[in-house]
C-alpha cells in the first residue's frame, strides 16, 4: 500500500435482520422481541455474534419505531439502524451502515435464536471465497401441489436443501447486489419474495457455495416454532444464554 492511501477493509461485519412486524407469529409484539426462556429471541443470536471471534462489528436492523428508541438489552458496541418496507431494504441499510469497512459480510435473520459459533465459523470460511449460505438436506418426501391442492408429482430430494442463515457475502458483493435492487433492476412485485441474499446473487448469474447448516438453528416464525424453541432450551439440548 502507497503512503496516503487508505487502508483496504478487513474483518467481517454481521448484519442482523429484525424489522419484520412477524404478522404471522399472532402476538402483539413482533417474535423477534417475544421472550425466551427469559432472554428476547433477538438478543440470543446478537450475543452470539458479539461474542465471537471472527466478527468486529454487529449491525442491528429495526423498524424506524423501535430504532428510534432501541431495546436497552443490546450489547454495548452495536449499532442500531432503521430498516424499510421490504426484507432487501432492511439489508440494505444494514449493510450500508458498515461503511465498507469489512471485507465480508454476514447477513443473519433475528428470528433465528440458535445460531452457533460453530455454524458462524463455517459461513466465514465459505465468504472468503465468494457467497456462501449454510444449508442441511430435505429428509421429507417432497410433493408438488396444484392450486388446488392436488398432487402432482414428488420432487426428488436428493439435490433439494434448506437453506439457513447467516449467510456470507464478500462486501463487495453484496453491495452490488442491492445497489441494483435500489435502482430498480428487479420487478417490484418481486420485492416482498427476496427472502434471502443468496437470491439476488443467482440473478445475477454469481456463483453461491454452500457450508454444512444446523438443524438446531430453528426459525421462529409460528407460536409453535417458539414452544420448540423453548423445549430446546428447558431440555437442555440448547444452552442458556450461549
Given at each position: 500500500?502507497?503512503?496516503?492511501?487508505?487502508?483496504?477493509?478487513?474483518?467481517?461485519?454481521?448484519?442482523?435482520?429484525?424489522?419484520?412486524?412477524?404478522?404471522?407469529?399472532?402476538?402483539?409484539?413482533?417474535?423477534?422481541?417475544?421472550d425466551?426462556?427469559?432472554i428476547?429471541?433477538?438478543?440470543?443470536?446478537?450475543?452470539?455474534?458479539?461474542?465471537?471471534?471472527?466478527?468486529?462489528?454487529v449491525?442491528?436492523?429495526?423498524?424506524?419505531?423501535?430504532?428510534?428508541?432501541?431495546?436497552?438489552?443490546?450489547?454495548?458496541?452495536?449499532?442500531?439502524?432503521?430498516?424499510?418496507?421490504?426484507?432487501?431494504?432492511?439489508?440494505?441499510?444494514?449493510?450500508?451502515?458498515?461503511?465498507?469497512?469489512?471485507?465480508?459480510?454476514?447477513?443473519?435473520?433475528g428470528?433465528?435464536?440458535?445460531?452457533?459459533?460453530?455454524?458462524?465459523?463455517r459461513?466465514?470460511?465459505?465468504?472468503?471465497?465468494?457467497?456462501?449460505?449454510?444449508?442441511?438436506?430435505?429428509?421429507?418426501?417432497?410433493?408438488?401441489?396444484?392450486?388446488?391442492?392436488?398432487?402432482?408429482?414428488?420432487?426428488?430430494?436428493?439435490?433439494?436443501?434448506?437453506?439457513?442463515?447467516p449467510?456470507?457475502?464478500?462486501?463487495?458483493?453484496?453491495?452490488?447486489?442491492?445497489?441494483?435492487?435500489?435502482a430498480?433492476?428487479?420487478?417490484?412485485?418481486?420485492?416482498?419474495?427476496?427472502?434471502?441474499?443468496?437470491?439476488?446473487?443467482?440473478?445475477?448469474?454469481?456463483?453461491?457455495?454452500?457450508?454444512?447448516?444446523?438443524?438446531?438453528n430453528?426459525?421462529?416464525t409460528?407460536?409453535?416454532?417458539?414452544?420448540?424453541?423453548?423445549?430446546?432450551?428447558?431440555?437442555?439440548?440448547?444452552?442458556?444464554?450461549?
Amino acid at each position: 500500500m502507497r503512503a496516503g492511501e487508505p487502508a483496504a477493509p478487513r474483518g467481517v461485519g454481521a448484519v442482523v435482520v429484525a424489522a419484520g412486524q412477524g404478522h404471522r407469529f399472532g402476538a402483539s409484539r413482533p417474535k423477534q422481541f417475544v421472550d425466551l426462556c427469559g432472554i428476547p429471541v433477538l438478543a440470543w443470536s446478537v450475543r452470539t455474534l458479539v461474542n465471537h471471534p471472527d466478527v468486529d462489528r454487529v449491525v442491528v436492523v429495526l423498524s424506524p419505531q423501535r430504532a428510534a428508541s432501541p431495546p436497552p438489552w443490546l450489547p454495548n458496541g452495536v449499532l442500531v439502524v432503521s430498516g424499510g418496507v421490504f426484507r432487501a431494504d432492511s439489508v440494505r441499510a444494514g449493510a450500508a451502515a458498515l461503511g465498507g469497512q469489512v471485507e465480508t459480510v454476514l447477513v443473519h435473520d433475528g428470528a433465528r435464536p440458535f445460531m452457533s459459533a460453530e455454524l458462524i465459523s463455517r459461513v466465514v470460511a465459505g465468504a472468503r471465497n465468494g457467497p456462501a449460505v449454510p444449508v442441511i438436506a430435505v429428509e421429507d418426501t417432497v410433493k408438488r401441489v396444484d392450486e388446488g391442492g392436488w398432487i402432482e408429482a414428488t420432487v426428488p430430494r436428493e439435490r433439494l436443501r434448506r437453506v439457513q442463515t447467516p449467510q456470507g457475502f464478500p462486501a463487495e458483493v453484496l453491495n452490488r447486489t442491492h445497489a441494483l435492487d435500489d435502482a430498480g433492476a428487479w420487478e417490484a412485485q418481486d420485492a416482498a419474495a427476496m427472502t434471502d441474499d443468496a437470491l439476488l446473487c443467482e440473478r445475477l448469474g454469481i456463483d453461491v457455495s454452500t457450508v454444512e447448516g444446523d438443524p438446531a438453528n430453528l426459525k421462529i416464525t409460528t407460536a409453535s416454532d417458539l414452544a420448540l424453541a423453548r423445549a430446546m432450551v428447558e431440555s437442555g439440548l440448547i444452552a442458556l444464554g450461549s
